[in-house]
């Protein structure tokens, strides 16, 4: 029987999940679908290929790592192209995410021997007749399962670095970009063709599930906060550890002494790249009163002057059709509220494309204040201060990232934003840099991807204590005399007695 396709949303065929342009509807992928005996086959599969690509030993890996970064760079075009054709996204920013994900392998790559690797650390007086060692040793399997909005660069935060800690990966791609997902595992292949080191498994999202029952030795989670409690009450049952990068609903801020021009320009890139479709891009802004109008102004300017369409346009289609109601949703709860559109509005929304729409005056309970609303959209809200536009900043239960816009302060109160990152004078920035930890706080997830935490929630730290002398003070045997314990006592007096 053959499906009718909407453009964008997967069927299954025949068991197979068939992926489609939500721009054109064209077909981009045909992946077959797993069931609960393919899953659990999958990763028995790599914990084979697990312990050998342990063995293999960390130059060898990097090694490995380096060519598959390589690969990736040379090949950038033709990726880009299946990027944008199965989710929607504009060949540039689908060029832009990809050299961001290469980044990433080549800094998990470099630094994955230096920080999990066996070192000696520091003992202390009280126990000074031992050595104290540290290593990162990897889980195994880690299961990582990844949305559709960064099919590339979300699964690569996690692929990457848990590779180069020494796992084996089995990932399971949105239903929205399998064959992007596959892509991936293809290439690796190409470099790593001995053993099935990373492999994918496909499907919708009882597929997920089943990795997390599947006995993976630790799951990597990135897509929404809903799932990622589903995901979490799943592993719970065998107590799998997780890493959960969720949902945002991040703020920008403008202060008073602000480059307006500079801010309008990450403003509008902040929100609008990708459609809106970022887990960590701006969808609520604060602006300070003496420069609340003039910034709107060079907002509203410059996301009027974007162009909106299939090919070469600033902004693509929404990927998931379904989210078209969510946003058109939030664009009415705005308007009923008070709020005005000043760019937009709920005619911006025309499937399966939505106009940038920049709302102003939206109460802070209403959704477009509230929840993640993933498209083209923003609100910019007038605040008296700085403290007042943190403290609306911090009242969501979210906390991935944030931006702030000025000189003096800026900084501060970038530390003072309850989230897990924030870009000073820019936008996004954070996620780049491959040698800073990306992930959230509340409702935004826990654990980190990206950098040197990022390459440690990869691997199990293990210690080890090595005896190098006699014990002064003995007092962990029962050979111990009275005499020994009043020694110890007074020892630890004059240590830390004052
Ligand atoms: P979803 O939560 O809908 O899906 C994420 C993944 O989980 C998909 O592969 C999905 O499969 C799978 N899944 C669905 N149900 C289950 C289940 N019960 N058990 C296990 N896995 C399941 O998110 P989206 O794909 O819609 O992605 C968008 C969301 O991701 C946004 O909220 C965004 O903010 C967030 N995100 C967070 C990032 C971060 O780093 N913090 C980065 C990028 C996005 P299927 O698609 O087949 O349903």
Redesign the pocket.
């Known amino acids: 029987m053959t499906a009718v396709h909407v453009p964008g949303t997967p069927v299954i065929e025949d068991g197979l999940l068939v992926s489609t342009s939500p721009a054109t509807g064209a077909e981009a992928g045909r992946l077959p679908v797993a069931g609960p005996q393919d899953v659990a086959a999958a990763v028995r599969r790599a914990r084979e290929a697990g312990a050998w690509w342990s063995g293999l030993g960390s130059a060898e890996r990097r090694r490995r790592l380096l060519r598959w970064r390589a690969l990736l760079a040379r090949r950038i075009d033709t990726l880009a192209e299946l990027v944008h054709t199965e989710g929607g996204k504009p060949v540039a920013d689908a060029v832009v995410e990809i050299v961001t994900a290469v980044e990433h392998v080549d800094w998990a790559a470099r630094n994955a021997a230096r920080v999990l690797g066996p070192r000696r650390v520091r003992s202390r007086l009280i126990l000074a007749e031992h050595s104290a060692h540290l290593e990162y040793q990897p889980y195994g399997v880690v299961g990582v ?6 099919p590339v660069f ?1 699964p690569i935060g996690s692929v990457a670095y848990a590779l180069a800690a020494g796992n084996a990966v089995v990932l ?5 970009t399998p064959a992007v997902g596959q892509w991936l595992v293809d290439s690796f292949a190409e470099v790593v063709p001995e053993q099935p080191v990373f492999t994918a498994v496909h ?3 009882d597929v ?2 089943a990795l ?1 029952r599947s006995g993976v030795d630790k799951l990597a ?7 990622a409690k ?2 979490m009450a ?1 592993c719970a049952e065998s107590l799998t550890p997780v890493l959960l ?4 609903k991040d703020a920008m801020i403008v202060d008073s002494d602000a480059d307006l021009d500079a801010a309008a320009e990450a403003c509008v890139w902040g929100a609008m790249t990708n459609a809106g479709q970022t ?1 960590i891009g701006i969808e609520r802004v604060y602006a300070v009163e003496p420069v609340f109008d003039a910034f709107v102004a060079k907002v509203v300017q410059r996301a009027g002057r974007l162009t909106v369409g299939a090919d070469d346009s600033d902004v693509g289609p929404i990927t ?1 059709p379904s989210q078209l109601d969510v946003i058109r949703r939030h664009i009415d709860d705005a308007l009923a509220r008070g709020g005005r559109a000043v760019l937009g509005g709920p005619e911006a929304v025309r499937p399966p494309y939505v106009h940038p729409t920049v709302l102003v005056d939206v109460p802070e309970d209403s959704v477009a204040v509230r929840e ?1 609303t ?1 498209g083209p959209t923003l609100t910019v809200t007038r605040v008296r201060d700085a403290d007042e536009a943190v403290r609306r900043a911090n009242a969501l239960s979210y906390g ?1 990232g944030g931006s702030v816009f000025g000189r003096r302060q800026a900084v501060a109160i970038a530390r003072r934003l309850r989230s897990g990152m924030a870009s000073v004078n820019s936008a996004l920035t954070f996620a780049g840099m491959s040698t800073l930890p ?1 992930g ?1 706080v509340g409702e ?2 826990f654990g980190r991807i990206h950098g040197e935490d990022g390459l440690r929630e990869f691997g199990r730290a293990k210690a080890i204590t090595r005896r190098r002398a006699r014990s002064l003070l003995p007092s962990t045997t029962f050979d111990r005399t009275p005499a020994d314990v009043a020694r110890l006592v007074k020892a630890v007096r004059a240590m830390y007695g004052r």
């Open positions: 399962i990844g949305p559709w909005n960064y979300t399971k791609p949105s239903e929205y499907g919708l999202g997920g599930a997390c989670f990135t897509g929404s906060t809903a799932t589903k995901v799943a990068e969720a949902g945002g887990c998931m993640e993933f991935l990306f959230g935004s997830g």
